[in-house]
């Protein structure tokens, strides 16, 4: 390449440089080429004696919503959605852009752009960092020296939804194991820096994404009666987890604007504006990821939020079933169908009234998180 280049005037551009046998290759090509190579690696850069050096930093979230702006417009409805997408990325120059290029691409726009990296594994392979993979390779290392017990419990909590934060409760209720067991275990963890206490809070931990995501990926190969064995954990989680049959949370707003039965929520990052409880249900639900769960939501706000929607459930299967015994009782005794009917209307006017009650306390619940607070604080005051 030397006896190639001699003589002549030459620019070389190298992207995304991480080792040093690459540049290795490029030195001394002569007095006229001019290297010039991007790296993400900061100990690199600096590592080598360079004529110039342009460090790159993270943007503001001021400067990546003007870059975005700078490639297209975004139009107001759907400015949640671009600046989720901008705080996933981590306001890297680079992911943002191509980002804001595939925004401007799609036909939904910025909607399918969130929706495309809100799984962890893809926005790895946008942001292209190698910390992530540094970090995954010190977790299997991790992994080959926890006993048997450490490592079933870490899968189980990749089993679970991934929130803000966990306590001795969540273990208790995923791990099977009463609290002095659930207590070592979760400084087990932490012992090995697989969790973190929080400060200022006995017994509740915190997951890093990456740890909970890799725990995830590791529980994939649970057998249908292993993960059978996480089926309505929150039922088993001990103390106050949120309402109970009837309404103990107070309402987000007093007045007109809070009609008991007019169920609207606020809306959501990638859906603005107020929407239907019912429709949020359909469209986002509560599955058991990071993809739709935000980090505003702790252990307490999962459990409360499930076992009320069980509950309304459950009611409605009453209600159902009590129709079809009241119709299949038109052959009985009329003694017997007036005492049914009787019991049948009660049944229904209570059944329908915790129903509507637990609705009530979803629609809160719901509320709180998606304007990103938490109602266990909010009912404390």
């Known amino acids: 390449m030397r006896s190639e280049l001699e003589g002549q005037q030459v620019l070389l551009l190298v992207d995304n440089v991480w080792s040093f046998k690459t540049l290795n290759l490029l030195r001394d090509l002569g007095p006229g080429v001019v290297v010039v190579f991007t790296t993400g690696d900061a100990r690199l850069a600096s590592s080598l004696a360079l004529r110039w050096q342009v460090h790159v930093d993270k943007l503001t979230e001021q400067e990546a919503w003007q870059l ?129 206490e929080l400060d200022g809070q006995a017994d509740c931990y915190r997951l890093h994404w990456l740890i909970w995501d890799f725990a995830r990926q590791k529980a994939e190969r649970w057998r249908w009666w292993e993960r059978l064995s996480l089926f309505l954990w929150e039922w088993r989680y001990p103390g106050r987890a949120g309402p109970r049959w009837w309404s103990v949370l107070p309402k987000p707003q007093d007045g007109p604007e809070w009609p008991i039965l007019d169920f609207t929520i606020p809306g959501t990052e990638d859906e603005p504006g107020p929407t239907t409880l019912w429709r949020w249900l359909v469209t986002r639900g509560w599955p058991e990821g990071a993809q739709s769960l935000r980090l505003a939501a702790g252990v307490e706000e999962w459990v409360g939020t ?76």
Request: glycine share 6%; net charge neutral.
């Open 68 to 196: 975005i702006r700078q490639i297209r417009e975004v139009p107001e409805a759907k400015e949640p959605a671009a600046r989720a997408a901008l705080r996933l990325l981590e306001h890297h120059p680079f992911a943002v852009t191509i980002a804001a290029a595939g925004a401007r691409e799609r036909k939904r726009g910025w909607s399918a752009v969130l929706e495309g990296i809100k799984d962890a594994r893809t926005r790895l392979s946008v942001l292209d960092y190698p910390e992530p993979l540094n970090v995954w390779a010190s977790l299997e290392i991790s992994w080959g020296e926890m006993e048997a017990s450490q490592r079933r419990s870490l899968e189980a909590l990749g089993r679970l939804p991934f929130l803000a934060w966990y306590d001795v409760g969540t273990g208790m209720a995923a791990w099977r194991m009463d609290e002095a067991e659930a207590k070592a275990m979760w400084a087990g963890l932490v012992a090995l820096h697989l969790a973190e």
């Open 306 to 381: 499930v076992r009320v929607w069980h509950r309304v459930l459950l009611c409605f299967t009453g209600l159902i079933l009590l129709t079809l015994i009241v119709r299949s009782a038109s052959s009985w005794p009329d003694s017997w169908v007036d005492l049914i009917w009787s019991i049948w209307i009660l049944d229904v006017l209570l059944l329908s009234c915790l129903m509507f009650r637990n609705i009530e306390n979803f629609r809160r619940i719901v509320w709180w998180r998606t304007t990103g607070r938490s109602f266990t604080e909010a009912g404390e005051k």
